[in-house]
């Protein structure tokens, strides 16, 4: 069981990589503390949720054609595994890119942007997805199963949560 953990934690990462150079619009859900993994996931029944993190120094990685990725400044770099209840998250933004998988559930992403307002995507079992920095998002857990989800989150400032709560966007 363990390889097969170390084996998506290492797809995310490497889906991760390969996505930053992407320049299409981007949606993810993302992690609300207050909603993970609740006293009623029995322990054998659902994996449970973990973050690792490191700081990493500034690097500059160029693959043409189709990937560019850098850092300029010493900031963390993170794999989590988010098992989170159904219900809506708060409205929030992170540092920097974040790339996830859902495993299991549906996750539905809001997110806003000047142009648009808010969208809303739904991602499923198997699907990828990722976000952008700094873009006021939130994630709905749809019922009637809990999510779980692998993340990989690029420039997080070191030691800092990995997201900020936002004030909630006018979607009308």
Same mark, same amino acid.
Do not use: N
């Given at each position: 069981m363990q390889g097969n953990t170390i084996l998506k934690v290492l797809a995310v990462a490497c889906a991760g990589t390969l996505l930053a150079a992407c320049n299409d619009e981007a949606t993810s859900p993302a992690p609300d503390a207050a909603r993970l993994a609740s006293a009623d996931v029995v322990a054998n029944q659902l994996p449970q949720p973990f973050a690792v993190r490191a700081p990493l120094g500034a690097f500059f990685i160029n693959q043409a054609p189709g990937m560019m990725i850098r850092s300029d400044a010493r900031a963390d770099f993170a794999v989590q595994r988010l098992v989170t209840n159904p219900g809506?998250?708060?409205?929030?933004?992170?540092? !920097? =890119?974040?790339? /996830? #998988?859902? &495993?299991? /559930?549906?996750?539905? #992403?809001?997110?806003? *942007?000047?142009?648009? !307002?808010?969208? %809303?995507?739904?991602? !499923?079992? /198997? &699907?990828?997805? +990722? &976000?952008?920095? @700094?873009?006021?998002?939130?994630? *709905?857990?749809? &019922? =009637? @199963?809990?999510?779980?989800?692998?993340?990989?989150? +690029?420039?997080? $400032?070191? /030691?800092?949560? +990995?997201?900020? =709560?936002?004030?909630? $966007? @006018?979607? %009308?």
């Open positions: 809506p998250g708060g409205w929030h933004t992170h540092a !920097g =890119p974040s790339f /996830g #998988i859902v &495993e299991q /559930g549906r996750v539905m #992403i809001t997110r806003y *942007t000047k142009k648009e !307002g808010c969208v %809303s995507t739904t991602y !499923g079992p /198997g &699907e990828a997805y +990722f &976000e952008v920095a @700094d873009e006021v998002h939130r994630a *709905t857990v749809l &019922e =009637p @199963d809990v999510a779980v989800e692998y993340k990989a989150r +690029f420039y997080v $400032p070191v /030691g800092a949560a +990995f997201g900020t =709560p936002a004030a909630a $966007p @006018d979607c %009308s």
